[in-house]
């Protein structure tokens, strides 16, 4: 089976469903995450998670030094730019694995191996979750200095980068190097990328990972899970019986229902990473998150 590991930087304060995180790491143990951080390293930290302690300053300059460009950002959300260069910026890192991903980490993983095993991963040099862009929230590529490098085949790729402000390069201007035409009809758009060296051998397939988002449900309607329920390393909800999922991007819980992050409220158990063993099973709902009986 291909090595995985993805790269994340994140900078200022830990999000309070980092434990959640954390735990759908740890059930996916022959996966990788190397996070890229100055927060305080949470306690029992899975095997597969490493935390790799460095400034926001000295990241910047880290990006800088090996893309070579100016890179001086107005805040962290700059670093949602850089996603499709991290492969090239810490190849170091990546020796010994098959591929690479970028991602956030305002998400919880289902059994991520056995979703890309029934997609058969290694026929493909990229494969994104959305089915029109390259999804920011969870995309892998193949490592090779190919793919470690195609960002650079974006127009004004140093100058999109070493912009201050945030310019959503990694699902703009990256996924329209892979997909041209996006919002033609499917029938017209694979017919208008056949051509497109990128394009053939990536795979784009929606995965209904973030609901309530623009995208309707895989039934064509907008009425989304009410409740995700994570048991085991398994991702289920309360509409789709006992069809699992790779992950749960909650972003639109994140920012519509979430928005003081009301630890008190919505982390009412636990507040650090519980291993495994001893939390089987939590549910998320607009409320938050929960333990429940495993």
């Not at 996966?31 to 305080?40: H, K, L, S, Y």
């Not at 929230?137 to 650079?152: D, I, Q, V």
């Not at 996924?175 to 017919?191: A, G, M, V, Y």
Request: with cysteine.
């Amino acid at each position: 089976m291909p090595r995985l590991i993805f790269l994340i930087p994140y900078f200022g304060v830990w999000p309070f469903w980092m434990p959640f995180f954390l735990r759908s790491c740890a059930a996916n143990p022959d996966i990788d995450w190397r996070i890229f951080t100055d927060c305080p390293i949470p306690e029992n930290v899975p095997d597969n998670v490493y935390f790799q302690t460095i400034s926001f300053a000295d990241y910047c300059h880290l990006v800088a030094e090996r893309l070579e460009i100016v890179f001086q950002p107005d805040n962290y959300r700059k670093l949602c730019d850089l996603k499709p260069a991290l492969g090239y910026i810490h190849a170091d890192i990546l020796v010994n694995y098959d591929y690479w991903g970028f991602g956030d980490i305002d998400l919880v993983y289902g059994d991520l191996r056995e979703f890309l095993t029934k997609i058969d991963l290694p026929r493909y040099a990229l494969f994104s979750t959305h089915a029109r862009r390259v999804s920011g929230h969870l995309c892998l590529m193949r490592n090779t200095p190919e793919m470690r490098m195609a960002f650079m085949s974006c127009k004004d790729w140093r100058k999109k980068l070493a912009h201050p402000e945030h310019l959503t390069f990694d699902e703009g201007a990256f996924s329209r190097l892979f997909i041209r035409h996006k919002n033609w009809p499917e029938p017209l758009r694979k017919l208008a990328n056949k051509w497109n060296p990128w394009w053939r051998r990536s795979l784009f397939m929606e995965t209904w990972s973030t609901p309530g988002a623009r995208i309707p449900w895989h039934d064509g309607g907008r009425n989304f899970p009410d409740c995700w329920i994570w048991r085991q390393g398994r991702l289920y909800n309360d509409r789709d019986g006992d069809r699992s999922f790779p992950y749960f991007h909650f972003a639109a819980w994140k920012y519509n229902c979430w928005p003081a992050y009301d630890t008190a409220q919505l982390l009412p158990i636990h507040t650090a990473f519980t291993p495994l063993e001893h939390g089987n099973a939590f549910c998320i709902t607009a409320s938050g998150f929960r333990e429940i009986p495993a």
